[in-house]
């Protein structure tokens, strides 16, 4: 049995009081939920704040934006494993669309980030997705499961719960479009048989997959209904007391 998981991405927004406030009444607000995870990815500057604010609340994962594979090093601007470890860090996003369109990231870097969360027991949020163009060329299998591959191919993965895949079409983060449920599911299905392929069905079926992409209070619970949807990794309704609650209350 997969446990929802209901991550937040902030991207960059969010000052120290904003941040404060925010996370004291989401935990206020879900307090009886005790049947899904959370994920709460604030910037970095954030991270300590934010762990002092989660600590004792085993349903809520701390989680960064990025990393570099490196554990040390002439890496000017960059944050390696062992220093989100240093703040209390159990997960981290790799290969946001926006790290890939705008940073260059690449499968190959992608895999390197991978292997070196994995190496630090940090659970990588690996995320996946196609563009517009790519979708209306009938490409979305070819594009996320090169992009799977590409990060995955030779990770050393026991189980499941070591990673999670979040499926986030391009063409729907922030522009109020989204898939339905049944082209996220169809997706998914396409995600959970190549990780079969990858690793094993054992471990296929243990791994999470999220959507991401305009997820809202108002269509989170279609998502969830679907077979293959474990969870959302949330944008722009993640800044917000009450659509984030919401969210994890489906």
């Not at 960059?12 to 941040?19: I, S, T, V």
């Not at 601007?77 to 790799?94: F, T």
């Amino acid at each position: 049995m997969r446990t929802p998981l209901l991550a937040a991405n902030w991207k960059m927004n969010m000052g120290r009081q904003a941040a404060h406030d925010l996370v004291n009444g989401l935990l206020k607000e879900t307090s009886e939920v005790k049947d899904r995870e959370m994920a709460i990815c604030p910037p970095f500057h954030l991270l300590a704040d934010v762990e002092k604010l989660v600590a004792g609340h085993p349903h809520v994962y701390l989680g960064a934006q990025d990393l570099h594979w490196e554990d040390s090093g002439a890496y000017t601007g960059e944050v390696s494993a062992p220093m989100l470890l240093d703040v209390g860090c159990q997960m981290v996003i790799i290969g946001h669309s926006e790290r890939r369109a705008m940073f260059g990231e690449t499968d190959e870097t992608c895999s390197k980030k991978v292997a070196a969360a994995i190496s630090h027991k940090l659970i990588p949020i690996l995320c996946v997705g196609e563009s517009l163009e790519e979708r209306e060329a009938g490409k979305t299998a070819d594009v996320v499961t090169t992009q799977l591959r590409g990060a995955l191919t030779g990770q050393q993965i026991e189980k499941g719960s070591q990673i999670v895949i979040a499926y986030e079409p391009i063409w729907a983060i922030g522009t109020g479009r989204t898939a339905t449920p049944e082209m996220a599911n169809e997706t998914m299905q396409i995600l959970r048989k190549t990780l079969e392929e990858i690793f094993s069905a054992e471990i296929a079926q243990e791994v999470r997959l999220l959507y991401g992409g305009s997820v809202k209070p108002t269509n989170i619970a279609e998502f969830m209904a679907c077979s293959d949807i474990d969870g959302a990794l949330v944008g722009g309704a993640s800044l917000k007391v009450d659509s984030f609650a919401k969210i994890v209350q489906y």
